[in-house]
C-alpha cells in the first residue's frame, strides 16, 4: 500500500482512518460520519490540522504535554539512546543507565521518602501495579487480609481492567466486566454538583469522613490502601474544598492504610508545584506519574514508593513488570524533559507568574450567564455549566451543553474538553500570558455561542 502524507487530503485520510482505526472512548461510526479532525504538526502550544487551521491547545494534549510541542532537545536525547541502545529489559538482575538515572531523578524531585521508583509505560500500568504492590506489601507485612482498595465515584485511574477497576467511572464499569472484586468506591468531594446543602468546608470534611466510615464498615484489618486523584482531572477538574486532604491524611494513618496518591495529571508542574500533593500538603506512601514525566513525548510511567514500602517489598520476588518498564528511550526522553522544566524554571513561573495570570483570566468567566462555577489551581481548570446559576441546576440532558460547547471551541481553534457538563482546560505549562488572553476570548466567545444554539434548540 501507499503510505499517507501529513500533506495528503483530508479527506482521504479521514476515509482510511475511519476504515481501519479503532478509537479510544469514541463512538466509532458517528466519528466516520464526521470525520476525525487531522493533527498534523505542532509547536509551542499550536497544533496544525490538515487543512492547515491553527489549533491552541488548551488541553495540553490529553494533560500531558508540559513542556510544549516542538522541543528538539527530546529528539536529540531519542536519537541518542536509540543509536547507544535502543532497547534492554530491566528485570533478572539487569540495569542501564537512563533507568537508574531517571529513578535517582524522581527520587530527587518527589516529597518526603518517596525514594524507589518501579517503571510501567502509562499510567495505568503504574496504577496496575500499584494494586498488587499496596496487597503484596500487606501479604508480606503478615497481613494477608488487607486486600481492599477504597476509591472514589468519578476518579480516573486508567483504562486497564485493574486501573480502570479502582477508577471510578460507571460508563467504564458497565463495559467488560468491571470492577473486579476488592474495590470499594465512595462519593467525590464535588461541591457544585453535589455538596450544596453545605458550605464547602462542611462538605469537605463529610466527603473525606466517608473514608472512616467505608474503613469502618469493611473492617480496618481488611483495607490496604486509599487511592486518589489530588484534583480529580478527567472526572472534570474537581478542585476539593480546603478541608478534603487533610482530614483524608488524618483518617489513612489512623488506620495505618496506605494513601497511594494518583499524580498522572497533577505531578510536573500542573498545580504550581511539582507535585499535587506538595500544594495540598499530601504524605502520599507511593505516587502515580505519567504523563508530564516525558511531556507525553515517550510513553512511560511510574510508580514512586516511600523507603517504608520499597524495604517490605524487596523482602520478596514481586512478580511483575512489563517488557518496556524503565524503556530506555522513554527514561532517556524522561530525563531531558524533567531537566527542560527544571532548568528553564517552568513550574516556578506557573506558580508564580502565569498561573496567577491564568486564574485571573478564566475567573473573568464567572460573569457568563453559562457558567455557574470556575474552579482553577495552577494550569488545570474548569466551568461548570449551568441553565441557572442561583439554583445550580443542571441541564436536562446531561453533557449535551457541555458537547455543543466543545464544538464551538473547535469551530474557534481552540481545544477544550467537555465532561458531561463542566468544560475543562489543563494548557502545556509554557503558555505566554499572550495566548492565555487568546484561550480565554475563544472560550468566552464559545460560550456565547454555546449559549445561542442551547436557546435556539429549546435546551433553556
Ligand atoms: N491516572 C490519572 C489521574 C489519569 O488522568 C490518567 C489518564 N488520563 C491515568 C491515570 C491513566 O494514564 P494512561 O492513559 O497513561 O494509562
Given amino acids: ?56 491547545d488548551g488541553m495540553a494534549g490529553l494533560w500531558c504535554v ?40 524522581l527520587a530527587e524531585l518527589a516529597p518526603g521518602d518517596l525514594n524507589h521508583v518501579f517503571f510501567a509505560s502509562s499510567g495505568s500500568e503504574a496504577n496496575d501495579t500499584n494494586l498488587r504492590l499496596v496487597r503484596t506489601y500487606w501479604q508480606e507485612k503478615g497481613q494477608p487480609e488487607r486486600q481492599v482498595v477504597i476509591s472514589r465515584w468519578n476518579a480516573y485511574h486508567g483504562s486497564s481492567v485493574g486501573s480502570g477497576s479502582l477508577g471510578g467511572m460507571k460508563g467504564m464499569h458497565a463495559q467488560g466486566g468491571m470492577p473486579i472484586p476488592g474495590i470499594h468506591h465512595i462519593d ?57 486532604w487533610p482530614e483524608i491524611q488524618r483518617i489513612a494513618k489512623k488506620y495505618g492504610i496506605l494513601l497511594i496518591v494518583d499524580e498522572v495529571i497533577c505531578g510536573f508542574g500542573r498545580t504550581g508545584n511539582w ?43 514481586f512478580n511483575h513488570g512489563y517488557t518496556y518498564s524503565g524503556h530506555p ?52 481548570g474548569s466551568l461548570a455549566l449551568t441553565p441557572d446559576k442561583v439554583t445550580r441546576a443542571p441541564f436536562a440532558e446531561p453533557g449535551t451543553a457541555g458537547l455543543i460547547c466543545r464544538e464551538r471551541c473547535f469551530a474557534n481553534n481552540l481545544i477544550m474538553r467537555h465532561v458531561y457538563d463542566r468544560m475543562v482546560i489543563s494548557p502545556p505549562l509554557v503558555i505566554s500570558k499572550d495566548e492565555i488572553d487568546t484561550l480565554v476570548e475563544r472560550a468566552r466567545k464559545s460560550l456565547d455561542e454555546a449559549l445561542e444554539q442551547l436557546k435556539a434548540e429549546g435546551h433553556m
Fill in 66 to 105: 508540559n513542556i510544549g510541542y516542538g522541543r528538539s532537545e527530546l529528539a536529540d536525547a531519542a536519537h541518542r539512546q536509540m543509536l547507544e541502545l535502543p532497547f534492554y529489559n530491566t528485570f533478572f538482575q539487569t540495569t542501564h543507565v537512563p533507568a537508574l538515572n531517571l529513578a535517582a531523578k
Fill in 329 to 380: 528511550v522513554a527514561c532517556a526522553v524522561a530525563l531531558e524533559n524533567l531537566r527542560i522544566l527544571e532548568e528553564e524554571g517552568i513550574v516556578d513561573r506557573v506558580r508564580d507568574e502565569t498561573g496567577p495570570y491564568l486564574k485571573e483570566r478564566f475567573e473573568s468567566l464567572a460573569d457568563h450567564p453559562l457558567v455557574g462555577e470556575v474552579k482553577i489551581v495552577g494550569m488545570m
Fill in 1 to 56: 500500500m501507499t503510505l499517507l502524507t501529513p500533506n495528503s487530503p483530508t479527506a482521504e485520510l479521514q476515509a482510511l482512518d475511519a476504515a481501519h482505526h479503532l478509537h479510544p472512548f469514541t463512538h466509532g461510526a458517528g466519528l466516520a460520519e464526521k470525520g476525525a479532525r487531522v493533527v498534523t504538526r505542532a509547536e509551542g502550544c499550536w497544533l496544525t490540522d490538515s487543512d492547515g487551521n491553527r489549533i491552541l
Fill in 275 to 317: 507535585f499535587g500533593s506538595q500544594t495540598y500538603d499530601i504524605q502520599p506512601d507511593i505516587m502515580t506519574v505519567a504523563k508530564g514525566l516525558s511531556s507525553g513525548y515517550q510513553p512511560i510511567g511510574a510508580s514512586i514508593v516511600t523507603d517504608d514500602v520499597a524495604k517490605v517489598i524487596e523482602n520478596t520476588e
Fill in 188 to 244: 467525590q468531594p464535588n461541591w457544585w454538583s453535589e455538596g450544596g446543602y453545605a458550605t464547602p468546608e462542611a462538605f469537605g470534611l463529610e466527603r473525606a469522613q466517608a473514608l472512616e466510615t467505608a474503613i469502618l464498615e469493611i473492617g480496618p484489618e481488611k483495607v490496604a490502601a486509599f487511592i486518589a486523584e489530588p484534583i480529580q482531572g478527567a472526572g472534570g477538574v474537581i478542585v476539593p474544598p480546603e478541608t478534603y
